[in-house]
Structures are given as C-alpha cells and as structure tokens.
C-alpha cells in the first residue's frame, strides 16, 4: 500500500505542493538566490495563467511584481509589489512554471523594483485600450525595459520566450506539476 500512496503522489506533485500527504511534504521549487524569474499561476483556466516576476532574495523569500485584476481593483488593472512570505512561492500550488531570466546583483535589487513600479505607466501600456492590458503585457513591457536599460539581457526573440513559457505552463498543468528551468532566450 506504501509504494501505492508514493506512486500517487509522485503522479501528482501540484496536488501535495505545500500540504501534507500522509506524511510528507511536497519538495519545495527551487529558486536561485538574486535570480529574476517570470512565473506563470494557475488562474483556473485551460489556456489562460498569470503571469508575474519574481526576484529571489533567498531560496525560500523574495519579491513579487505583477499586474493584478479582480474585485480587490475595482476590476481595473494595478501594479503591485510585495515581498513574499518564507516559502510562499516554492511551495505555491498555484504556480506551474518558473523561468529564469538573470541574476540580478544585490546591488540592483532596489533600483530594479524602482524600474519596474514605473512600467505600468509606459508609453506602449498607456496608449493600449484598457482591454487590451493584462499580466502578460506588463511582463513583456518590463522585459525590454530591463534588457534596454541593462539589468538583464535577453538573447531571444520575445514571442518564442512567452510561447515557451506558456507551452511548459500548460504542459506542467495538464501533468499535475511546477518546475522551474533557465531561459534559452536570456544570455
């Protein structure tokens, strides 16, 4: 019966993230200290997640920055950044897939979450429709902005690296299960 229960809950991993099943803990995802990551969540939909960034400040904390919509907004898009709990993030059973982008020196932390708090007002996001905005436009605006001023650098085209993304995201969720890679499309 024990090898049973193993085999269940190694065919469903996102199911055990963060709880106890019999009991064990699901492994945590692991994060790189200082590492940007894009992170895609399970919002309930087939073909739709949320997408936010994430700057590790440990293996287990960091920040989180993203646009968020629902009735906490007033059904507006906002920019929010917040510093995360010990183990929120590795132990998210809403998150389906990480990808790194860089390492960001300490040094840069602070000014990256300067940068980023302003990417919500850019020219290209301010003169888009209001249905046209949404998480996915914030993080590829914030992309090219970071890649352009330097914090990061990208090595790829910007379409390939969200079709990766999504692609793992909605692989990842049809098999019950979170990782987290390195980009090919960052150098």
Known sequence: MELATRLLELANPLHAAGSVIG??????????????YILLSD??????????????TTAHAGH???????????????????????NAIPYSV???????IDVIQDCLHVPLAN????????????????EKIN????????LYALDEEGYIKL??????????AWMAAAQNKLCKRRTVINSIHSI
């Not at 919002?43 to 590790?56: E, K, M, P, S």
């Not at 809403?94 to 790194?100: C, P, R, S, V």
């Not at 090595?155 to 990766?164: I, R």
Request: some cysteine.
């Open 23 to 36: 009991s064990k803990l699901l492994s945590p995802v692991k994060f790189e200290p200082g590492g940007l």
């Open 43 to 56: 919002i309930g939909d087939t073909v739709q997640f949320h997408w936010g960034l994430y700057l590790a």
């Open 64 to 86: 989180i920055f993203h646009l968020i919509h629902g009735p906490q907004t007033g059904y507006r898009w906002m920019y929010q950044a917040k510093k995360t709990r010990e």
């Open 94 to 100: 809403n998150l389906l897939f990480g990808l790194k």
């Open 115 to 130: 940068r980023l708090a302003q990417i919500h007002e850019s020219e290209t996001l301010s003169s888009l429709p209001v």
């Open 135 to 142: 998480c996915q436009m914030w993080i590829r605006e914030a």
């Open 155 to 164: 090595g790829g085209n910007m379409d390939d690296l969200e079709t990766d």
